[in-house]
């Protein structure tokens, strides 16, 4: 790792101003990413966005940062909308210090109004998009590790950062915290807010010190195949994770400890496992003492990408998925990619398949990226793995923030899994889960070009699944699986509910599927009627 230093902050937040003052009084180069990208434009940032648009002027300034690593110890101050990209990050705090400049809004927005540089995203209401540019970006400043009050002259916050303590190490590693977020729960009991933290390296510390902020004493339950990533502790218990662990007769095990071990309300649950042990675990802290507090420390790629998020938990019925639950969130979620170096691939292919559909849904980015470096991050590419699993944990964060309860918008979630989880129970979950989406997907689609979607769509997906060893056929009884998906409980007046993809990052909800059209959508997955 480089000894440099990376400013972050809103537009406003002096990082040009600051960054010469820093690199002089280190003796270090400056390297500003927003003149590398607007160079072929004579220094006009605002004109190179409006005439290439944002998608275009994201990738300029991705290719900005990797100039700008080339100079070892440099001072770098990035563009804010660098850091949407979770790849970008992953560099750059390889290169050094983390440096939030923060001030307050009314602050930045003074600033703005003298500065002769134009900002097109402020444009037209500059307060309401600045708040909103910080609601969206917040996550990525909270992860610095050094925070500086920029409300006050550059030459005082240079001075305040050279007076800031190196990053504290644990066993000679820095963790690598690139994303921490804080969000709403949506519940009447407990936390008002969740905090959201990914990354890599982050066990035991960051646990640690959310643990600190809880209080109460914990409790952990713990997959067998995750008990190397936490200390051996006297309130702990160790599970066998999978569909198994998500019956009754667990859950009501689970009760039992708790109650056995004098847990209280306020007494931390911590979930480490994949998602099977996170619906477990945070349906029985939604029932213990009428509503305990849980962590989720979600150690599969699936569990990190999608499962661990949300609040929605579960335990299955002998023919329905997931018929049994409550909508009980976090308190906190630690998501550590280090976790899955020994993951089997048939578990990070799962993980895959829950991002193809977050991607479907609405990241046209992270379709991209998969297509790019899926192969290579179920490898070896950890920064890839990373990525593809940011992105597609903020997908669903940010729909659920919208429509918690799944009352519109968060429907959208389900794509691929309505008939998904049809054929996963007629397997009796010998079918892994990700395959089962995938195999959701494929049919989905095929229903949705017949009503307009792209027509490219179809293949494209297939083409994609198949590049991931994920399946696009699959033998199955098609009359059992009409029956699974009569059991499903999102059917309102005995009709199902669908969602169709249209395009890469667009899809519908539609109640009107016809038997004709489910025929052809099994049959396109290989399942005749």
């Not at 309130?235 to 994770?241: D, P």
């Not at 280090?338 to 398949?353: H, I, Y």
């Not at 199955?476 to 169709?500: H, P, T």
């Amino acid at each position: 790792m480089s000894d440099g230093v990376v400013l972050i902050g809103l537009p406003g937040s002096g990082k040009s101003a600051v960054g010469r003052l820093l690199a002089e009084a280190l003796g270090r180069p400056l390297v500003d990413t927003d003149e590398i990208v607007a160079a072929p434009t004579g220094g006009d940032v605002a004109a190179l966005l409006r005439d290439v648009g944002e998608t275009a002027f994201r990738r300029a300034e991705s290719r900005a940062i990797e100039e700008a690593l080339r100079q070892p110890g440099a001072v770098i101050a990035t563009g804010g909308g660098a850091l949407d990209d979770p790849l970008n990050r992953w560099r750059l705090w390889q290169h050094g210090r983390q440096v939030w400049l923060d001030a307050p809004d009314a602050v930045l927005l003074g600033r703005l109004q003298e500065d002769p540089i134009a900002r097109p995203l402020l444009d037209g209401d500059p307060a309401g998009k600045l708040a909103t540019l910080r609601e969206r970006r917040e996550g990525f400043y909270r992860a610095a590790e050094i925070r500086v009050d920029a409300a006050v002259p550059a030459s005082a916050v240079c001075d305040a950062i050279m007076r800031s303590p190196a990053p504290a190490a644990r066993g000679g590693t820095r963790p690598m915290r690139l994303f921490d977020a804080r969000v709403a729960r949506h519940h009447v009991m407990g936390p008002a807010t969740a905090r959201i933290v990914y990354g890599c390296g982050l066990l035991p510390q960051q646990l640690a010190e959310v643990l600190d902020d809880a209080g109460g004493t914990p409790r952990y339950v713990v997959d067998r195949r995750a008990a190397a990533l936490v200390a051996p502790h006297e309130h702990a218990r160790l599970i066998q994770g999978g569909e198994g662990a998500k019956q009754f007769r667990r859950l009501e095990h689970l009760l039992a400890w708790l109650g056995e071990g004098r847990a209280e309300r306020g007494d931390p649950i911590v979930a480490v496992g994949g998602g099977s042990v996170g619906d477990l675990v945070g349906l029985a802290a939604s029932l213990y003492a009428r509503g305990a507090q849980w962590i989720g420390v979600p150690t599969t790629w699936l569990s990190q990408a999608d499962a661990a998020l949300g609040g929605k938990v579960a335990v299955n019925l002998p023919r329905a998925k997931n018929a049994v639950g409550a909508f009980w969130p976090p308190s906190a979620v630690i998501a550590d990619v280090a976790a899955l170096r020994t993951l089997a691939p048939r578990q990070a292919r799962n993980g895959l398949a829950e991002a193809v559909k977050a991607a479907l849904i609405g990241d046209v980015a992270l379709w991209r990226l998969i297509e790019e470096r899926g192969r290579a991050a179920l490898r070896h590419d950890e920064a890839a793995r990373y990525a593809i699993i940011e992105r597609a944990a903020r997908v669903k964060l940010a729909i659920v923030e919208r429509d918690p309860f799944e009352d519109g918008e968060r429907r959208q979630l389900n794509l691929g899994h309505t008939l998904g989880h049809a054929i996963e129970s007629v397997s009796r979950y010998r079918l892994a889960h990700g395959a089962a989406v995938a195999l959701g997907l494929c049919a989905v689609a095929e229903v949705a070009v017949k009503r307009g979607a792209d027509p490219d769509l179809p293949l494209r997906l297939r083409h994609l699944l198949r590049s991931l060893a994920l399946p696009t056929h699959v033998e199955g009884d098609a009359a059992a699986i009409r029956q699974a998906l009569g059991a499903d409980k999102k059917r309102v007046g005995g009709r199902q509910r669908w969602i169709l993809p249209m395009a890469i990052g667009s899809v519908v909800e539609v109640d009107d599927v016809t038997e004709a059209e489910l025929d052809a959508a099994l049959g396109s997955i290989g399942i005749g009627s």
